[in-house]
T-cell receptor, first 114, second 116 residues
Framework: KAGVTQTPRYLIKTRGQQVTLSCSPI?????VSWYQQTPGQGLQFLFE???????NKGNFPGRFSGRQFSNSRSEMNVSTLELGDSALYLC?????????????FGPGTRLTVL | AQKITQTQPGMFVQEKEAVTLDCTYD???????LFWYKQPSSGEMIFLIY??????QNATEGRYSLNFQKARKSANLVISASQLGDSAMYFC?????????????FGAGTRLAVHP
């Protein structure tokens, strides 16, 4: 079974631009969560999508948004990029059937904002 | 307040020896899960082991075991017979039922270096 895939793997943008990251979950997984990882703040939860609905949201500004499609693929968008948005963005998928379900992570998208 | 605390920024271990990575957590939710993930320099988070708050026995997965002490709110990862490929960052994470099943709270991580 193929794992979680994320595209692109690397991105370089400039301040003020916007960016869209994509995540394809493991086949059959209905939940996709997004995390931001930075050296200063560590790993922080951004949001979770389940059946095309945002089910949970972390403490990030409205510039960070996402969506999920009917095939469970998810996209994350960051508008008006700031230098502090430079980070590794990880997505994770899970079956979301029980509370014990494990989240499996993709390889991440490394975003650099200049 | 920190919900997940990993007090060891870095650890060194000799190849083939066992190593324990510490993790303490804080929650008032009676239903929660604890996870350990490994992150090599490539960046991908690799799931290692899971322990549910109601599980009576400590979880084990191959060379990995979780020393779960509920009263002390600790969930230490034990890696037996360390291998060079175990060199990586290790993250402890918690999921609270009330916080949403797919919202993981991570600790700051421990960097493990395995020496030959």
């Amino acid at each position: 079974k193929a794992g979680v895939t994320q595209t692109p793997r690397y991105l370089i943008k400039t301040r003020g631009q916007q960016v869209t990251l994509s995540c394809s979950p493991i086949s059959g997984h209905r939940s996709v969560s997004w995390y931001q990882q930075t050296p200063g703040q560590g790993l922080q939860f951004l949001f979770e999508y389940f059946s095309e609905t945002q089910r949970n949201k972390g403490n990030f500004p409205g510039r960070f948004s996402g969506r999920q499609f009917s095939n469970s693929r998810s996209e994350m968008n960051v508008s008006t990029l700031e230098l502090g948005d430079s980070a590794l963005y990880l997505c994770a998928s899970s079956l979301a059937v029980t509370g014990a379900d494990t989240q499996y992570f993709g390889p991440g998208t490394r975003l650099t904002v200049l | 307040a920190q919900k997940i605390t990993q007090t060891q920024p870095g650890m060194f271990v000799q190849e083939k020896e066992a190593v324990t990575l510490d993790c303490t957590y804080d929650t008032s939710d009676p239903s929660y899960g604890l996870f350990w993930y490994k992150q090599p320099s490539s960046g991908e988070m690799i799931f290692l082991i899971y322990q549910g708050s109601y599980d009576q026995q400590n979880a084990t997965e191959g060379r990995y075991s979780l020393n779960f002490q509920k009263a002390r709110k600790s969930a230490n990862l034990v890696i037996s017979a360390s291998q060079l490929g175990d060199s990586a960052m290790y993250f402890c994470a918690m999921r609270e039922a009330l916080g949403g099943y797919n919202k993981l709270i991570f600790g700051a991580g421990t960097r493990l270096a395995v020496h030959p």
